[in-house]
């Protein structure tokens, strides 16, 4: 079993990685670069960005250890929303969103210095149509500067405006920890997992 180095500062993904009962350390490079081509397709976009994460940690991880970077992006009508950088992104973003259906996709690697596997998960969220007053009190209560889309389905707006999901829930959220962990149990082992001696984070 390597030590795992969870590639991000999400809280959420820090939360969720926790949730498997799996020693982690936290190591995040900065000023990597996240553009991808404005000819990708949608559903590509988080895997091209978790990929150029994993690249920049190529060369510096030991050979003891796994990285985990992931992106998440949601996908509406073949439109990416990332994270807004205003108020008024935000605001537009949800409006966008309120009465429809779109995806969210996580991309993920995971990567030592003999393999990196990559892995994308998307679920379908669907929302009622959000009232302006719903929409601005979410926004200015909760700043969703740092979240894909503009929410997260764990705050307040998911409560009363996610009306169906069908996928993951723990994607949605930003890492698909089932798949993340059927991954290394085919890497590792479900022994080397499960086993009690390690120190949750």
Not at 28 to 57: G, Q, R, T, W
Not at 97 to 118: F, M
Not at 183 to 192: A, H, I, P, R, Y
Request: negative net charge.
């Amino acid at each position: 079993m390597k030590k795992i180095i969870l590639a991000s500062n999400s809280p959420r993904r820090k939360e969720l990685l926790a949730g498997l009962g799996i020693g982690f350390e936290v190591h995040v490079l900065k000023d990597i670069d996240e553009s991808y081509p404005e000819d990708l397709p949608a559903c590509e976009v988080a895997n091209f960005i978790s990929h150029a994460k994993a690249e920049a940690y190529k060369n510096i991880i030991g050979d003891d250890e796994l990285v985990i970077t992931a992106d998440t992006v949601v996908v509406l009508d073949d439109m990416v929303m990332g994270k807004p950088a205003t108020r008024d992104e935000a605001v537009e973003m949800l409006r966008a969103l309120s009465g429809k259906t779109h995806h969210v996709i996580t991309g993920v690697c995971l990567t030592t210095t003999e393999e990196q596997r990559a892995l994308s998960v998307t679920s379908e969220v669907t929302f009622k149509v959000l009232a302006d007053e719903e929409i601005d009190y979410y926004v200015d209560n909760y700043c969703p500067y740092d979240k894909a889309g503009a929410y997260g389905i764990q705050e307040w707006i998911g409560y009363i405006g996610v009306t169906a999901l069908k996928g993951s829930y723990f994607n949605v959220m930003g890492l698909p920890v089932q798949r993340i962990y059927q991954e290394l149990v085919d890497m590792f082992g479900v022994n080397e997992l499960i086993r009690g001696d390690k120190a949750l984070p």
